[in-house]
């Protein structure tokens, strides 16, 4: 590889390191035009439920276990 051919290719990546600056840069702006969801009560509302399922999951699970010890312990 001759110096011009070396040249080119460091302007070549130059060029391509810029570019990718912009498009970071219009990744950024078009981030920022989004609204944020802010908190909603559907949302909300749905994690509730989610950790009430969870719970009676876990609870469901422990009395099981309970059993199960009972049962071969006894």
């Known amino acids: ?3 011009s051919e070396r040249a080119e290719t460091n302007e070549e990546q130059a060029a391509r390191q810029q570019g990718d600056a912009v498009s970071q840069i219009d990744t950024t702006e078009k981030l920022a ?3 944020e969801p802010g908190s909603s009560l559907f949302a909300l ?3 509730g439920v ?3 399922v ?3 999951w876990i609870c469901a699970l422990a009395w099981i ?3 199960l ?4 312990l006894f």
């Open 69 to 72: 010890a009972d049962w071969l």
């Open 33 to 35: 035009e989004m609204p």
């Open 54 to 56: 969870m719970l009676g």
């Open 45 to 47: 509302c749905g994690l």
């Open 65 to 67: 276990a309970w059993r």
């Open 1 to 3: 590889m001759n110096s």
């Open 50 to 52: 989610a950790g009430i």
